[in-house]
């Protein structure tokens, strides 16, 4: 059954009139509720309580602390000038490279929960930041060695700011900063020049020349140029986040904000960014920026500035106000206003003069007086008064290291870092080692010292000219600290660590270590054998040390490695300079630095007592006929087999073009063609066939016309300067590209193929790079060689093969010896460099003399006990040296054998001057044991077939490597170079009769342990 639908009679009862009525309700409501709240935003604007009370409560919880080991909270900053410049950008990456150079993170900040979330939400980290940091050097007992301060001037606390300052920097940027009114205002926002701001950058959307004035604070401008990328704000994205930051920052020590308001204002000033100048760098802060663009001392400008208003000092102040002034200014285009619109800057300042007077911040005497005084900029680059760098030599070096190990680019970048350095240098010792040193250098000086006397100086001798590197290190808790290293030469060059010098005799105790490390070898290859079995291995004619090993475990009943060790030093060697060496690549001759050395048969064990050359020589020779053999194989496998043969001439042919081609890119890079083909006929003997060849080998298209003028121009002071038409053109066709062969050409020319050919090359590739010259000549190199592989040249070529084959050996010994140390990547290949023509480090010595006293172990060099970054700060981070394993270099068998020849030196050899030991002011005594070395260093000029033409000495040297008592290592070099060098005949005796006179220096190293606790403590670095 089907009921009609009910109805009910909305209208008869009055439901629509008390619906309407409802609607009106409710708008009433939201009306009043949005005046509620928009009187509740005023107030919140007005006095910024709920961010007072939400912001401080935040802030009690943002915190961090510092905790042994390595921090898993740590947040560090991506960018942002400050956090960059201070190095806290590049603490990861600084980890990174001290951990491979063996430091750990001894400890390190932990952020809290809320600061690392606010730094996970993109905030930047809320802390009490420096406005001031640099590199802090200190030696082993915490005595500051450097100081760098950036900025260097700066305000400490609000009340040093004159109040004039304070003033007009909140009346140009932020004029309610400091209402005492609101004591929880939120100095990082202010609402009418915000909501401005925002207004006209949607008008910008409309009119793109609409001008969009800043909304920034000064907090927020302290964020922008400190941490944002770059210093700007690129995004509004990036507005909001400076905002954010600023007020969590501002309310970390509660809700009334006043003192961290006028923290910004110091901070404002301390930092803003001035631009950079030439010599100064990058200047930041209102004391830089007044030294650096106007020459005005700061502390100077603040006292007029803080004086009282005087007639007598209104000129004054007024320069000094309006000096301050633009540079308030200047910061909204730093760049443009003080590098190069100073124009401009003067007449924005006059403006705010006026503005500044008429809204009663200064008075109009002052403004009157400002106005009449121009600026004038100083742009000049700043000129640093010279330095002595033999005072400094120690920080340099200091400093150097760290640039190294920190993989900073320069000194200027290092300097900034927030970062203490504490070295193993031991002041004191340095300063007095560094004042004796330099007392030397003085006739009265090296008469107290002993240095003149027999192979020392002489009586004409002026030490003023001499130079004098001391390293000396301290093994200790398994590293060698580096605790005095000085020199005396005022240059930003480093003896110790920066030169490869000539170390004479010295060479001699690598070469040394080399030999008994071979016959260790030999021995654990051979010693198991039995006589017969001795007996059937059949060495190669030309290795003489295998022979020896052989023969000596035949006929002995000793069989130990120190026995054989013993044994070898104990073999003979002639020391007759009479004899051709042929090694290097050509024939030479040595010579013993004592006559009467010469005739004489001497054990390796006395020849290195006294420093004999030409064993070492044989010596090395042996060395390096074993290498040879044990690289290449038998003297039958390289020389007999046509297919090896071949390869080590290809070889040979590849690397001596490349030499050549080298030599003719650098003769003739940069030139025009003219200019190459003159320098090049030079030197070609003016005969018209050779220079016909060289200008058709050169310039092979170029036309008959040029050809002529060409040759009369080259023989027009010769016989030839008549040839007449017909006969230049039979030269030019004779001698075509296409008639000769490159080598016959160059045969033809008297002039190197390659030669001809690179002219001709760079002729037409003026731009090409010695790779790419390289790469093109790569078949033309070997047609030129293409006589050395004629059978009828077998004696040529065998002494090609010889001399790879001995490359080859002299790279396994650099091998040997960059393991102990030697720093250089190759040798020079000859039997000179037993006798120093390889050239070594003085600091290098030490290291290997340092491994002899360790017992044979290569301890770590420690030049820093800790290094500590951003102290105080977030970022904070401690490194020591890890505790690693010192890797064994040398048997304990060697090590007794050298040790033992080392202290024969001292004892009866050439560093007798000490055979009775150090003897030190408290009476103490300790032995010493070391290797001398005296380096004469020339440059030879050769005339054609040999013909020595000119020789002079470039430098000499005097180096003894050193060992004291079971405490100290390391060096003392006395170096003299060109023009002086050749006036000086001392020995390596005046560097030992120097350390003696060191003993008073060195004492106080011996005066107990007081320094022992920080050295173990901190474990130390590289």
Do not use: C
Request: aromatic share 10%.
């Amino acid at each position: 059954m089907n009921r009609p639908p009910v109805r009910f009679p909305f209208r008869a009862i009055g439901v629509v009139p008390v619906w309407r009525w409802f609607k009106w309700l409710l708008l009433a409501a939201f009306l009043v509720a949005l005046v509620i709240a928009a009187r509740l935003v005023q107030i919140e604007i007005g006095t910024s309580r709920l961010q007072a009370r939400y912001l401080s409560e935040l802030g009690r919880d943002i915190a961090f602390t510092v905790d042994d080991g390595a921090s898993h909270s740590i947040r560090f900053p991506a960018s942002g000038p400050y956090d960059v410049r201070l190095g806290y950008a590049s603490l990861p990456s600084f980890d990174q490279l001290l951990s491979a150079r063996g430091f750990a993170v001894a400890s390190q900040a932990r952020d809290s929960a809320r600061m690392a979330s606010l730094a996970d939400d993109s905030l930047f980290l809320p802390y009490d930041e420096k406005d001031q940091a640099g590199l802090l050097l200190r030696d082993a007992s915490g005595t500051l060695l450097f100081s760098a301060r950036y900025p260097d001037r700066v305000y400490d606390s609000f009340d040093a700011i004159p109040p004039l300052v304070v003033n007009a920097l909140l009346f140009i940027e932020d004029r309610y900063l400091l209402d005492p009114e609101q004591p929880n205002r939120n100095p990082a926002i202010d609402w009418g020049r915000f909501s401005r701001a925002l207004f006209d950058q949607g008008m910008r959307v409309i009119d793109r020349h609409q001008p969009t004035p800043g909304g920034s604070t000064l907090a927020t401008q302290i964020e922008k140029f400190r941490h944002s990328p770059g210093g700007r704000t690129a995004t509004p994205p990036e507005k909001l986040r400076q905002i954010a930051s600023a007020s969590v920052r501002a309310y970390l020590g509660g809700p009334q904000t006043l003192a961290a308001r006028r923290q910004i204002v110091v901070r404002y000033l301390n930092s803003v960014p001035l631009a950079a100048k030439p010599g100064v760098g990058e200047i930041s802060g209102m004391g830089d920026g007044l030294a650096a663009w106007y020459g005005r001392d700061f502390d100077e400008v603040n006292r007029i500035l803080n004086a009282p208003a005087s007639a007598e000092s209104l000129g004054a102040q007024a320069l000094a106000f309006k000096q301050a002034l633009s540079l308030m200014i200047a910061q909204r285009a730093p760049s443009r206003f003080l590098r190069s619109g100073s124009m401009e800057l003067d007449r924005l300042t006059d403006s705010y003069l006026r503005l500044l007077a008429a809204n009663g911040i200064i008075s109009l005497s002052l403004r009157d007086a400002a106005l009449a005084t121009p600026l004038e900029l100083d742009r000049a680059p700043r000129v640093r008064p010279p330095v002595s760098f033999v005072t400094r030599k120690a920080v340099t070096a200091l400093r150097a290291h760290l640039l190294t190990t920190l993989g900073v680019s320069g000194f200027y970048d290092l300097d900034r870092l927030d970062l203490t350095a504490t070295a193993a240098l031991d002041n004191r010792v340095q300063q007095a080692v560094s004042e004796r040193l330099a007392s030397a250098a003085t006739r009265e000086g090296a008469q107290a010292a002993g240095l003149y006397g027999f192979e020392m100086l002489r009586t004409q001798d002026d030490p003023s000219k001499i130079a004098y590197s001391f390293t000396l290190f301290e093994p200790r808790d398994g590293a060698n600290l580096v605790r005095v290293q000085t020199d005396r030469v005022n240059q930003p060059f480093d003896i110790n660590q920066g030169a490869r010098l000539n170390l004479g005799s010295t060479a001699k105790l690598r070469t040394l270590i080399t030999y008994l490390q071979i016959v260790s070898t030999l021995h654990a290859r051979y010693a198991s054998m039995s006589v017969a079995q001795l007996h059937d291995v059949k060495p190669d004619t030309q290795d003489m040390l295998t022979r020896w090993a052989l023969g000596y475990l035949s006929h002995t009943s000793d069989l130990s490695l120190s026995a054989m060790l013993d044994a070898a030093v104990e073999r003979k060697y002639s020391a007759s300079p009479g004899e051709t060496f042929y090694t290097g690549g050509g024939a030479q001759t040595f010579n013993n630095f004592e006559a009467s050395d010469n005739g004489r048969i001497l054990t390796v064990h006395r020849a290195f007592q006294h420093s004999v050359n030409l064993v070492f020589v044989r010596l090395m020779r042996d060395i390096v006929h074993y290498e040879m053999v044990q690289t290449a194989g038998p003297t039958s496998q390289w020389l007999d087999d046509p297919a090896t043969r071949r390869t080590y001439l290809t070889r040979f042919a590849d690397q001596e073009s490349r030499v050549y081609m080298h030599r003719f890119y650098t003769k003739y890079r940069g030139k025009t063609a003219d200019e190459a083909l003159a320098v090049l006929l030079l030197d070609v003997r003016k005969s018209p066939p050779k220079v016909a060849t060289v200008l058709r080998s050169v310039a092979p298209d170029e036309p008959q016309v040029w050809f002529d003028a060409q040759m009369r121009a080259a023989l027009k002071r010769t016989p030839a300067a008549t040839l007449s038409s017909d006969d230049l053109a039979k030269l030019y066709t004779k001698y075509g590209i296409d008639r000769f062969n490159l080598n016959d050409r160059g045969y033809i020319a008297s002039v190197h193929p390659l030669e001809l050919w690179t002219v001709n090359y760079l002729r037409d590739h003026p731009l090409a790079t010695e790779s790419q010259l390289q790469e093109a000549s790569r078949a033309v190199r070997f047609t030129a060689y293409s006589w050395l592989f004629k059978t009828r040249y077998h004696a040529t070529q065998d002494r090609r093969i010889k001399r790879m084959v001995e490359l080859q050996a002299f790279a396994e010994i650099g091998k040997s010896w960059r393991a102990l140390g030697y720093p250089f990547a190759t040798l020079t290949p000859s039997y000179a460099a037993a006798i120093g023509a390889s050239g070594d480090r003085p600091v290098a010595l030490a290291q290997l003399v340092g491994t002899i006293a360790n017992g044979g172990k290569m301890l770590p060099t420690q030049t820093f006990v800790e290094l500590e970054f951003a102290k105080g700060t977030p970022y904070e981070t401690h490194f020591t040296r890890a505790a690693t394993t010192p890797r064994t270099a040398l048997s304990p068998e060697i090590v007794d054998v050298v040790h033992g020849l080392l202290r024969d030196v001292v004892l009866g050899g050439t560093a007798k001057r000490l055979a009775a030991g150090m003897t030190f002011p408290d009476g103490q005594t300790l032995d010493v044991y070391g290797k001398t070395g005296t380096g004469d260093q020339r440059f030879n000029v050769f005339a054609r077939g040999a013909r020595l033409i000119e020789s002079r000495k470039v430098n000499r040297s005097a180096t003894f490597v050193f060992v004291i008592g079971d405490r100290f290592f390391g060096t003392l070099t006395a170096y003299v170079h060109e023009p002086y060098a050749a006036r000086y005949a001392f020995t390596s005796a005046l560097s030992v009769q120097l350390l003696k006179s060191l003993a008073p220096a060195l004492q106080p190293l011996l005066d107990g342990d007081e320094h022992s606790a920080i050295l173990s403590s901190t474990g130390g670095g590289e």
